[in-house]
């Protein structure tokens, strides 16, 4: 059972910076590529970021030169450093694996984190 749980959210203040953890079960991890994606109330699921299991990235442009995805193999955990963090970055931020060229409907989901932005 393939299993993904998030870390790391809380409430921070404009400008400032939170780093999400998403720790994965299971010897799929090097194949599977990795993402976040965050809904706000009241709107739908939106992309963040994704990496590949070769490193390769991919960010929605609300948040290009602020969040950086990385993945670390050794501990089966991805990361989203998040920094300059605007009001709008409130949302609840999941955890994503997708088996590359699979479904969406075969994807894993953590059970998401909440981030609120404000002062």
């Known amino acids: 059972q393939v299993q993904l749980v998030e870390s790391g959210g809380g409430l921070v203040q404009p400008g400032g910076s939170l780093r999400l953890s998403c720790a994965a079960s299971?010897?799929?991890?090097?194949?599977?590529?990795m993402g976040w994606y965050r809904q706000a109330p009241g709107k739908q699921r939106e992309l963040v970021a994704t990496?590949?299991?070769?490193?390769?990235?991919n960010y929605a442009d609300s948040v290009k030169g602020r969040f950086t995805i990385s993945r670390d193999y050794a501990k089966t955990t991805v990361y989203l450093q998040m920094n300059s963090l605007k009001p709008e970055d409130t949302a609840v931020y999941y955890c994503?694996?997708?088996?590359?060229?699979?479904?969406?409907?075969?994807?894993?989901w953590g059970q998401g984190t909440q981030v609120t932005v404000s002062s």
């Open positions: 299971g010897s799929f991890f090097v194949i599977y590529t």
């Open positions: 990496i590949t299991s070769g490193g390769s990235t």
């Open positions: 994503n694996a997708h088996l590359p060229r699979a479904p969406q409907a075969s994807d894993y």
